[in-house]
Each structure stands twice: as C-alpha cells, then as structure tokens.
C-alpha cells in the first residue's frame, strides 16, 4: 500500500469516530427542522455547545466536491458542513481553528451507502490542509446509536434518554403541523405558529433536559397542540389522507424533496410522513434480532462465552426499546385526547407482517424494512394514497417501488414514486396532480381509515 493510501486509512480511522464533545462546538447537520433544534437544545442543556447548520444554500459546494455518483443527501450535506465552514473562517479570521469544531454525522451498516458518507466527507475536508484537525463524530446503526466516550461516562446514557425524546417530541411536531396546515384559517398561520412552536420547545429541552424533565416538557407540548388546534378552520371538510415512506433524509428534508408534502396539500391532501423515531426504534430492534440469531447460533454450537455475550446484548438492547416504547406511549398519551393525531407503527409488528407476506426480509436489513410493511399498513388502515420520497439511485428505495407496485395496482391503492436528485422535473406537479386525482376517487369511494 503507497503512503498516499495509508494516509488516507489513517484519517479514517483517527478522525471519524466517537470524540468527546466537551468545549468543542458539535455541527448538527438539518435533517429534518423542528427535530435538528430540538437535538441541539438537548445537547446544550448537557453542556455541549451545539449548532444546527443551515442548509442546502451550499448545494452548488456539494455538487463541486461530489462525481455525481454519490447519494443525494451525501451532497447536500457536504454542501452543508462547507459552507458552513467558509462562512465561519470569513467571519473569525485567523482566530478560525477547525480543531474547536466536531461535525456529527452518524452511519448506518447493511448494504447501502449510509456508512460511506463520514468517510467520504473526511476525505474531502482533507483535501483543505486548514480542516484537517477538524474531527468527524459518528454514532452508527451497529451499536443502535450509542454515544459511547463523547459525553462523561454517566452523562452518556442520561442523554441518550433526552435525546430520543426530543426525536419523538419533534415527530409530535411535525405531525401537528401536517395535520393542522391542510385546514388552516388563514394561509400562513400554521408555518408562522410552528416556527414560534419549535424555538419555545427548543429552549424547554435546554432548560429541562439534563434534568429529564418530562413532565415540563409534556405541559409545554401540550400548550403546543392545544395551540396548534385553535389553527383549524373547522368549516373545511376532512380531505384524503396521503402516507408517506421512503428514504430517511429525503422524506425530512424539505429543501431536497421539494417541499413535496407542500406539494400533496396544494393538491387537496392531509399527509402524514413516517416518523425519525420509527428508524430509532428500527436500529435497537434489528440489533437486538441480530442478538437472537447469534444466541441460536451459539447454542447449536455450544460456545459458551457466545452464548452469554448474545444473552447480554438481547437484555441490553431489549430494555433500550422498551423504554423507548415507553416514552413514546408516554407522549402520545399526552398529546391524543387533545387532537387525533397518528401513533408510529411497533417495528416488531411491522417485522411479523414481513414475515406473513414473504415479500422481504428483516435479514436484508435497510429502510425497505420499514417502507414496504409500512406501506401495507397505511393500505391496512385505510389510507387514500401512499407516496415513496427517495433520492435518485437509492437502493433500498428502489427496492420497496419494485416490490409494492404491483402489490398496490392489485389492492387498487393510489400509489406514486418520487426520487430526487437535486434537478426540477417538469413533470413532477402534474404526476403529483394526477395522484392526487386519483386518491381523491378513492376517498369519493372509501372514505377514510376505511370508513366511507
Ligand atoms: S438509503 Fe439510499 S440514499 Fe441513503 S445511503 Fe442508502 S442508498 Fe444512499
């Protein structure tokens, strides 16, 4: 191996991984909005300085440092961290020092391409000899998001604590907003409401986070929704329900997809997108499956040290998802009786209904996993119509299309693909349009949840 190359794996190695985030400046990349601040604010109440970037105005960066050949969101947010850097060395100057900042950007195992975007993306600061120092803070998918050394030891597993309920919460959030906007009073009232919204649920989690508050996090969300409810005009007749799966980024990211939910609601749709939380719980279960197959394994071969390795991972990561469980109940308790909002589907039901239908596999892993039983489950439940968001070439997406097409042309459900790659597709509203049209027909016919 040349020096070149070895330099390369060094970087790898030395500058992507688990840093500790005390008194440096971690960058969050935006996902999706309402849940990117509330993530900050739970890292500020522990005491780490945490910002969340802007987004997507550096796409052209993206573009320059990418072949092209990379997924779309590993674009967008190299776009993201280099601009954000440009911005923050014109604005310091020589005080600028790349060594006070930790850019996070977590990883995801299995057969896509997830895992490569922190390695591409160190490769690529350090083709700029001033960012070299700059390190790269990966949580992965093969340890369900644990946030082993970046945080003192007894701050690790209290944070993860606030840090999925503020994934949940800002799913709450985002729900709120998709189910109120379609029927607002006045265009305008439930952008304006949730950005207000966002920012005081924000400044909750800073204030009460690292004391697990929840308890003032729920009155404060509660005063949200009840809020949130105020903006429904209820003279405007219930419309059809469009679900939405696919690819994690792409179907929160709003700049990327083209504010496609936008886009359904202008053409008469209530819209519902699956949550960040269903992909949280999605990493802990399938680990704690991966636990079970290797317990199985082991007992055949009577390899004892295996056997209780396996025996600690399935306890370990089956109380992480029941408490997850938990605090999800928890809020959606909360937050139902006030407005009849939709409840995440149990992985492990939609891992049975996989099973049942033998179209996929739990063991291929990826977000089909998640889209293709989700899908049956929205046709299940009712819904009018279902739309797959997804980034131009993304295999598991690709995937899900390929499988549930024909299934929904014989279940007679509207179904539309939309991937994304950055460029405007002329035909884009009027497939959208027809889509519509046609999850229309079907409300006109089935009403909805079934109901006609
Ligand atoms: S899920 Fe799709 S877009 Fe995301 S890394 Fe995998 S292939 Fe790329």
Redesign the pocket.
């Known amino acids: 191996m040349d020096a070149e190359t070895q330099q390369t794996f060094r970087t790898l190695t030395e500058r992507v991984g688990q840093f500790r985030l005390k008194d440096k400046t971690c960058l969050i990349p935006q996902m999706n909005r309402i849940g990117g601040h509330l993530l900050a604010g739970a890292f500020r109440s522990f005491g780490v300085n945490a910002v969340l970037m802007d987004t997507y105005e550096g796409l052209d960066l993206g573009k320059a440092f990418t072949s092209g050949k990379?997924?779309?969101?590993?674009q967008v947010t190299t776009g993201d961290i280099l601009l954000f850097l440009k911005k923050e060395k014109e604005k310091l100057g020589k005080d600028f020092d790349p060594d006070r900042y930790i850019y996070f950007m977590p990883e995801?195992e299995?057969p896509?391409?997830?895992?490569?975007?922190n390695k591409y993306q160190r490769i690529v600061l350090d083709s700029f000899p001033e960012l070299e120092s700059l390190k790269i803070g990966s949580l992965t998918s093969k340890n369900a998001y644990a946030l082993d050394g970046m945080l003192d030891a007894e701050q690790t597993r209290e944070f993860r604590k606030v840090g999925y309920y503020s994934v949940v919460v800002g799913d709450v959030l985002d729900r709120l907003l998709w189910r109120v906007r379609p029927y607002e009073k006045k265009k305008g009232m439930a952008d304006e409401f949730i950005e207000r919204a966002t920012h005081a649920m924000a400044d909750v989690f800073e204030r009460h986070g690292s004391t697990k508050d929840f308890e003032r996090i729920l009155d404060k969300l509660e005063e949200i929704i009840r809020e949130g409810k105020a903006i429904i005009d209820p003279g405007i007749p219930q419309k059809p329900l469009v679900g939405i799966v696919g690819?994690?980024?792409?179907r929160t990211h709003v700049q990327s997809n083209q504010d496609v939910i936008r886009l359904l609601e202008k053409h008469g749709a209530e819209v519902l997108n699956a949550s960040i939380a269903e992909w949280v719980n999605y990493t802990t279960y399938d680990r704690m499956r991966e636990a079970k197959i290797s317990l199985r394994l082991s007992l055949k071969q009577l390899r004892v040290s295996r056997i209780r390795d396996s025996l600690k991972k399935i306890l370990s990561y089956g109380v992480d998802l029941s408490y997850q469980h938990y605090r999800q109940d928890q809020v959606y308790k909360r937050v139902k009786p006030l407005l009849d909002l939709a409840e995440d589907h149990r992985i492990h039901h939609l891992d049975r209904i996989l099973g049942k239908e033998k179209i996929y596999s739990f063991d291929v892993g990826?977000?089909a996993c998640l889209s293709i039983p989700g899908i049956l489950e929205y046709v299940h439940q009712g819904y009018n119509g279902v739309v797959n968001v997804?980034?131009f070439?993304?295999?598991?997406?690709?995937i899900t299309s390929a499988i549930i097409r024909p299934i929904m042309n014989q279940k007679k459900v509207p179904y539309l693909d939309t991937p994304y790659d950055g460029s405007f597709q002329p035909g884009r509203e009027a497939a959208v349009r027809t889509f519509m049209y046609q999850a229309q027909q079907h409300f006109k016919r089935h009403g909805r949840n079934g109901s006609s």
Do not use: K, Q, W
């Not at 896509?112 to 975007?117: H, K």
């Not at 070439?393 to 690709?398: A, I, L, Q, R």
């Open positions: 990379e997924c779309f969101p590993c995801a299995g896509c391409r997830f895992g490569m975007y690819e994690i980024y792409l990826t977000e997804y980034p070439t993304c295999m598991p997406s690709t």
